[in-house]
């Protein structure tokens, strides 16, 4: 089956006419990178239909009507997501939660070697922006620590990957290109090879060649199916049984590939786009902004030519300067007529906004920011929560898979280190259930401090310690254990000065607040009450 993205790009080389493919084996060889590449041209923005022609045209013509990228969304919703999914230090973005208190310190020790502290960003943006992110678990050479590495799809090859029904990989080709070392050089290519053969282990195969992405044939492989090598071909069998690369889907529909974040919308970008260029062409439509205009008529009462005004020249009597600007002389009852029409641009713009409205529905992440333009960041979390329930529903799909991906490949990498004694101690292993962990619940959008002091305060009314009430607000520990320290140290001093005030009072011989002694005779009038 052609791949949804494959059968996409069909479709936008037929809508501008350029000469699309008409058979199964054409469509096939148009490769996925090219829709990734298309896809990172709407985000960067800049020149998009330039290089959509470039990237669809051979010599042909093209229909873009000197199209610009005018209304484009894709760049707001791509950083909505890298602001909302893991923002922030490491520590606050992903939260580790388990049971087994030793992989704390471990984990902690991978994201650093992976500095995952900046890559976790280049995955947020790469991951909404392309709908298919990879993670490889490597290890050093001089087998000293394990690391993660994000892998964009684009070196994949069309069928270049298989997954089982647990979404763990058993067949990866991934087509690698090298850095040059000097101008002029050709391109290196490393074709990385990984199968998972049942009930054996995992092989894996290194090409290194010039043939460039997709190109590597031969005894070892198919073009284009993805066919595995043969299990006596393989240099070795690895130390452990599982491919360590995760494959992760920003948006799982069921197809080869995930969905990115703005695909559903590209029709509607593109039209908001020829909106909004039509209409600036229509007040810049040409070079010439005037025309001189000549209301007399000769003798017969014929129109007579206009006036010939030159101002390159400027000859004497032609053009005056009145305070600092220059003036043109016209002779008799000619006059300048401006050629930009009277356009009712407030009518036409409203059918641009229109358009940009529709492309909201579809892209509510593509909301945020005008929606913090507009109120001037004078909305609460809850309030903006309620305006984007549609994005916050969506990022957190989006950070369910993420982080569903991001744990497998932690407990690959805690793997690796213990099949190469990385870590000190022992940490357990993953058959026995010792890697299990997850990441704290935390909330898309982050709410106001006014906000989490108010949650407190219900939650210390209600009963519950300073302390639990903000933890369950995800308060730094520091932060609560200052606050605790401060509390008892307040306690500490109340009592001292309470006791003071007993001391105090018994010297004077007082009773002290609450002993007061009891008089044995309320009766007013000295007798006993009968």
């Not at 031969?218 to 069998?237: I, L, N, Q, R, Y």
């Not at 529909?253 to 786009?273: P, T």
Request: negative net charge.
């Amino acid at each position: 089956m052609v791949p949804t993205t494959t059968r996409f790009l069909r479709e936008v080389a037929a809508k501008y006419g350029l000469g699309a493919p008409t058979s199964f084996e054409d469509a096939a060889a148009l490769p996925t990178s090219e829709f990734f590449n298309l896809l990172e041209d709407y985000y960067l923005n800049n020149g998009l239909y330039w290089l959509l022609e470039e990237l669809l045209l051979t010599n042909q013509k093209s229909n873009f009507d000197n199209r610009r990228a005018l209304r484009n969304p894709a760049h707001a919703a791509v950083e909505f997501y890298a602001g909302k999914l893991w923002p922030g230090q490491i520590d606050r973005a992903l939260p580790i939660v388990t049971e087994n208190q030793q992989l704390l310190d471990p984990v902690k020790q991978i994201f650093a070697w992976s500095n995952w502290g900046a890559t976790k960003q280049v995955m947020a943006r790469k991951f909404s922006m392309l709908g298919t992110i990879l993670i490889k678990v490597n290890v050093s050479t001089d087998l000293t620590r394990t690391y993660l590495q994000v892998i964009d799809p684009r070196v994949i090859p069309e069928y270049g990957f298989r997954l089982d029904e647990r979404g763990f990989l058993t067949f990866l080709r991934m087509d690698i290109p090298q850095e040059k070392t000097k101008a002029g050089e050709e391109t290196t290519w490393w074709t990385e090879v990984w199968q998972k053969v049942q009930g054996v282990g995992v092989t894996y195969q290194l090409f290194i060649h010039q043939e460039g992405l997709n190109e590597l044939d031969g005894p070892v492989m198919t073009k284009m199916t993805g066919e595995p090598p043969a299990p006596e071909m393989a240099d070795a069998f690895l130390p452990f049984d599982f491919i360590p690369v995760v494959f992760i889907p920003f948006r799982d529909i069921g197809q080869h590939w995930g969905l990115g974040c703005y695909v559903q919308s590209l029709d509607k970008i593109d039209e908001a786009n020829l909106l909004a260029t039509r209409l600036h062409a229509l007040i810049y439509n040409t070079d010439v902004t005037w025309a001189l205009k000549a209301n007399a008529r000769d003798a017969q009462g014929r129109p007579l030519p206009a006036p010939d005004v030159q101002m390159q020249g400027e000859p004497q009597g032609t053009v005056v300067k009145v305070g600092g600007l220059k003036m043109v002389k016209l002779p008799g009852t000619s006059d300048l007529a401006p050629l930009v029409p009277a356009l009712d641009f407030a009518s036409l713009m409203g059918v641009v906004k229109d358009m940009v409205n529709e492309i909201e529905r579809d892209l509510p992440e593509a909301r945020y920011y005008r929606i913090a333009s507009e109120t001037g960041g004078d909305l609460s979390g809850r309030a903006i929560e309620l305006l984007l329930g549609d994005a916050v529903d969506r990022a957190v799909e989006a950070r369910g898979n993420g982080e569903t991906g991001m744990i497998r490949a932690l407990q690959m990498a805690l793997s690796l280190g213990v099949s190469y004694n990385i870590f000190k101690g022992s940490i357990g292993n993953f058959a026995s259930g010792d890697f299990e962990l997850k990441f704290k619940d935390r909330p898309i959008i982050t709410p106001t401090l006014k906000e989490i002091f108010e949650v407190v305060k219900l939650a210390v009314d209600s009963g519950l310690s300073i302390e639990s009430a903000m933890a369950i607000t995800n308060f730094d520990k520091t932060v609560v254990d200052e606050v605790v320290a401060a509390g008892e140290r307040q306690t500490v001093k109340d009592q001292a000065n309470l006791a003071a005030a007993v001391l105090k009072a018994q010297a004077a011989n007082v009773p002290p607040v609450g002993q007061e002694k009891t008089n044995p005779n309320p009766n007013p009038n000295g007798g006993n009450a009968q």
